[in-house]
């Protein structure tokens, strides 16, 4: 059982509390993880023993609203493993709130700019913010098309001021690469904010009853296939096929990545998958698997941390032979499991630039998948 003994002074006493962590793929607002309140002020709320080694943190339903120092300044994760103790105890010293804490430093670079504040997704009957990044020499050679790569999460791609646990850095990577002549074909990048109550909904394709999300993925990678794409396509100088459009997230940003291009597998051609939450809905993907099978001209990178959890190396493993034995050629996969990876921005930012230059090297190079 975890047990809050005590809250800042100012917790509105009408709101709800919530833990978030690696077992509900760190959803702030999920009502199956909503701690009830005793009559003494303390909260608590019991999970499986079961789950074992956990991190997390506690929220006041939104990432807005969770707790931080008595500084205003994030916390790292808390961790406790459900075996070792009956009750673990804390103190939640502040919340954060918008507009408490200094403003982050903006770390956007000049090639990025909003395509726009409030995007319509008509798939799901919302609109989202959608941002892009443009090579450097983009407005200089009004003939060269470019490659895109789709990313989820938009938030934490391009800039730490808007990012809620870091940021990728992605704008940075693809400006050093084609400085060192690393790069020499460019990239525009799409990135698409999650909107925090419907994240988890939108990363699964189907409905996970244990955790209560999920079901709205189908539908998302609609929009960035049916709506999304043919408006880049139009407004930018791109290469519209499959070997050159890539789409890449983390956690259930991975999933719905690999979702993705089983789905549309004459759409998305190149796949980053950092850290894929495949627990949450394995048997369901793997039965659309069975039906869409992966093009055998696709690319997939796969990475995650060994210690991340007990199911995702194993897992990530089991999808990469899945892949194997659908036709994927080993020469398009690449699958790394450095021991220090973490569930963190941290991990994924130093992963992309060899993620980047895997999928999108050109056709006619050879490289060695690390296998």
């Not at 493993?317 to 080993?330: D, E, Y």
């Amino acid at each position: 059982m975890l047990k809050i003994t005590r809250v800042p002074a100012n917790t509105p006493p009408g709101d709800s509390l919530f833990v978030a962590g690696s077992f509900n793929i760190w959803n702030p607002r999920n009502p199956a993880y909503s701690l009830t309140k005793n009559p003494d002020g303390t909260y608590q709320i019991t999970l499986p023993a079961s789950l074992g080694p956990v991190e997390y943190k506690f929220t006041r339903g939104s990432w807005d609203k969770s707790e931080t120092g008595a500084d205003k300044q994030p916390l790292p994760n808390r961790r406790a493993n459900l075996q070792q103790a009956a009750v673990i105890s804390h103190e939640v010293l502040a919340w954060s709130e918008p507009g408490a804490a200094p403003a982050k430093k903006q770390t956007a670079s000049p090639q990025v700019h909003t395509l726009s504040d409030s995007f319509r997704i008509p798939q799901l009957g919302r609109t989202r913010r959608v941002l892009v990044y443009l090579p450097v020499d983009y407005a200089n050679k009004p003939k060269k098309r470019y490659s895109v790569l789709y990313m989820h999460d938009g938030q934490n791609v391009f800039d730490a001021a808007t990012s809620y646990s870091g940021e990728w850095g992605v704008d940075e990577t693809l400006d050093s690469l084609r400085a060192a002549g690393q790069d020499p074909s460019g990239c525009i990048v799409v990135a698409v904010d999650n909107d925090n109550q419907h994240r988890s909904d939108e990363y699964i394709p189907w409905r996970n009853a244990e955790i209560k999300a999920g079901g709205q993925g189908g539908a998302y990678v609609d929009f960035l296939t049916l709506t999304l794409k043919p408006y880049i396509d139009t407004k930018y100088r791109t290469r519209p096929d499959a070997a050159h459009t890539g789409i890449a997230g983390s956690s259930l940003g991975g999933l719905i990545s690999v979702y993705a291009a089983l789905k549309y597998p004459r759409v998305f051609g190149r796949v980053g998958a950092f850290s894929p939450a495949f627990w949450v809905c394995n048997d369901s993907l793997k039965a659309f698997a069975k039906m869409h099978p992966a093009a055998s001209t696709t690319r997939f990178y796969f990475v995650c941390g060994p210690k991340e959890s007990e199911t995702m190396l194993p897992l990530m493993a089991a999808w990469r032979n899945n892949l194997r034995n659908q036709g994927v050629p080993a020469s398009n996969m690449s699958f790394r499991a450095p021991a220090d990876g973490q569930h963190r921005e941290w991990f994924w930012q130093r992963e992309f630039p060899a993620a980047y230059q895997f999928l999108f090297r050109p056709a006619a190079a050879k490289t060695k998948a690390a296998q």
